[in-house]
T-cell receptor, first 114, second 110 residues
Framework: SAVISQKPSRDICQRGTSLTIQCQVD?????MFWYRQQPGQSLTLIAT?????????ESGFVIDKFPISRPNLTFSTLTVSNMSPEDSSIYLC???????????FGPGTRLTVT | SQQGEEDPQALSIQEGENATMNCSYK?????LQWYRQNSGRGLVHLIL?????REKHSGRLRVTLDTSKKSSSLLITASRAADTASYFC??????????FGQGTELSVKP
């Protein structure tokens, strides 16, 4: 399975600032995904990021708030912009890999907004 | 909500017992995947079952899928304290999107 790393692993940020989260994969993958897990909740898909095209956002998520870059087949970033305490969550990236379509997740970035 | 339902929400058992978690969903799927999460950390992929499969095994894990009832179950046999975690089902949709259930919190007491 793919080895996925995320930076930073955690951060505490001030309201109104922005944070960029990096996701690095050890092999080339076509599809990368970004998820949010709010405290005590399940995971919700934010967007799908394919290399060479604009990210596709799910209902309730917009590019101005969560801009995504996908410059190559092994890397992606998610920015959480103009943060508020409601953005405090774990943000996870994932990739689809394997002939059966298994999806593997990074270790997550735990964000606290004060 | 598009998210699936999982039950029970919480399950507490003794070491050595079996644990069964159930997952239901609402729309057609390509596959269904089960994950484990320890204390808010990253998700560990456990097993994937395709929509045309009825049962899959992996070590102490057994997953069943009933597409007519839109439901799946995860059985962990001979549970261990180290199995204590949150377990999530996620249905695979077109384009690789995953829709997650609410999760089951499993506690295995030594």
């Amino acid at each position: 399975s793919a080895v996925i790393s995320q930076k930073p692993s955690r951060d505490i940020c001030q309201r109104g600032t922005s944070l960029t989260i990096q996701c690095q994969v050890d092999s080339q993958v076509t599809m990368m995904f970004w998820y949010r897990q709010q405290p005590g909740q399940s995971l919700t898909l934010i967007a799908t990021a394919n290399q060479g095209s604009e990210a596709t956002y799910e209902s309730g998520f917009v590019i101005d708030k969560f801009p995504i870059s996908r410059p190559n087949l092994t890397f992606s970033t998610l920015t959480v912009s103009n943060m508020s305490p409601e953005d405090s969550s774990i943000y996870l990236c994932s990739v689809e890999q394997g002939v059966r379509g298994e999806q593997y997740f990074g270790p997550g970035t735990r964000l606290t907004v004060t | 909500s598009q998210q699936g339902e999982e039950d029970p929400q919480a399950l507490s058992i003794q070491e050595g017992e079996n644990a069964t978690m159930n997952c239901s969903y609402k729309t057609s799927i390509n596959n269904l995947q089960w994950y484990r999460q320890n204390s808010g950390r990253g998700l560990v992929h456990l097993i994937l079952i395709r929509s045309n499969e009825r049962e899959k095994h992996s070590g102490r894990l057994r997953v069943t899928l009933d597409t007519s009832k839109k439901s799946s179950s995860l059985l962990i046999t001979a549970s261990r304290a180290a199995d204590t975690a949150s377990y999530f089902c996620a249905t695979g949709r077109q384009g690789g999107k995953l829709i997650f259930g609410q999760g089951t919190e499993l506690s295995v007491k030594p």
